[in-house]
C-alpha cells in the first residue's frame, strides 16, 4: 500500500481489511486496520465515521467495557 496510486484508495483498503480480519475473529487486527483507515482517511467522511465507530466497538468489545 505504499505506492502512491494507492493514497486516495488506502483508507477502503485499511477497512475492507479490518472488516475481513474482524469476519476471521481477529479482533487486534481488525483494531489495527481500523486505526490506519482512520489515519490514510482524505475527507471521505462516511468512512471515517463507519471507521470510528467500527474501532470504539471493537475497543470496548476487546476490554470488556459494558456500557450503562
Do not use: C, H
Not at 472488516?19 to 479482533?27: D, F, G, R, V
Request: hydrophobic share 40%; charged share 30%.
Amino acid at each position: 500500500l505504499n505506492e502512491d496510486k494507492y493514497i486516495d484508495l488506502k483508507d477502503q483498503i485499511y477497512f475492507t481489511m479490518a472488516e475481513i480480519e474482524l469476519s476471521q475473529k481477529n479482533e487486534v487486527k481488525a483494531i489495527e486496520n481500523y486505526k490506519k483507515s482512520i489515519s490514510a482517511n482524505q475527507g471521505d467522511q462516511k468512512l471515517l465515521f463507519s471507521a470510528f465507530r467500527a474501532w470504539i466497538e471493537r475497543k470496548k468489545a476487546l476490554s470488556g467495557f459494558i456500557p450503562n
